[in-house]
């Protein structure tokens, strides 16, 4: 297999096409993994830096592909998938995890009330929504979306001494 790069951000997928991973794994649903790759520690051994960057793997760590059928290949996917999410300047890091956490309560009370035949059919959905800002700027986000600027912002943390 050639080298994939890894994918940053998640494309829609088109009809001929689907979730691959480097390992050969089998049913993908895609995971935004964290890999540190620098961390700094103090004298008494707190860290006080990290360094991350994030991708998208299987469930099991493999790099994530996108398979195209009608091709019998990987697919080419836009650069824009290949780049990390920059977020929105009104956007931190806290409203990122209150929106995150406020999607997946809802999620959970929706899917929690289905029959198990329904549910089956909503175990890979994802909720998409806008924003508007005071500026009139209107941002669409889904559930990766959040995920992906949210590790855009942690990506490089300077921790405090607690």
Not at 97 to 124: T, V, Y
Request: with cysteine; glycine share 6%; hydrophobic share 35%.
């Amino acid at each position: 297999m050639e080298n994939l790069k890894p994918i940053k951000q998640l494309p829609e997928l088109k009809d001929n096409q689907e979730w691959a991973c480097e390992g050969g794994c089998g049913d993908i649903q895609p995971v935004l993994h964290r890999n540190v790759y620098c961390e700094r520690w103090d004298l008494s051994g707190r860290k006080i830096e990290e360094k991350a960057e994030h991708y998208y793997t299987c469930q099991n760590g493999h790099i994530l592909a996108v398979w195209d059928a009608d091709a019998n290949d990987y697919a080419l996917l836009p650069d824009q998938a290949y780049q990390k999410r920059k977020a929105h300047k009104e956007l931190s890091l806290r409203a990122i995890q209150n929106l995150i956490d406020e999607i997946q309560a809802e999620k959970q009370k929706m899917i929690g009330g289905m029959s198990s035949e329904i549910r089956e059919f909503f175990e890979f959905s994802k909720i998409s929504f806008e924003l508007t800002f005071k500026s009139g700027e209107v941002l669409s986000l889904d559930e990766h979306h959040l995920n992906e600027l949210k590790a855009s912002l942690t990506e490089n943390m300077i921790l405090g001494a607690e």
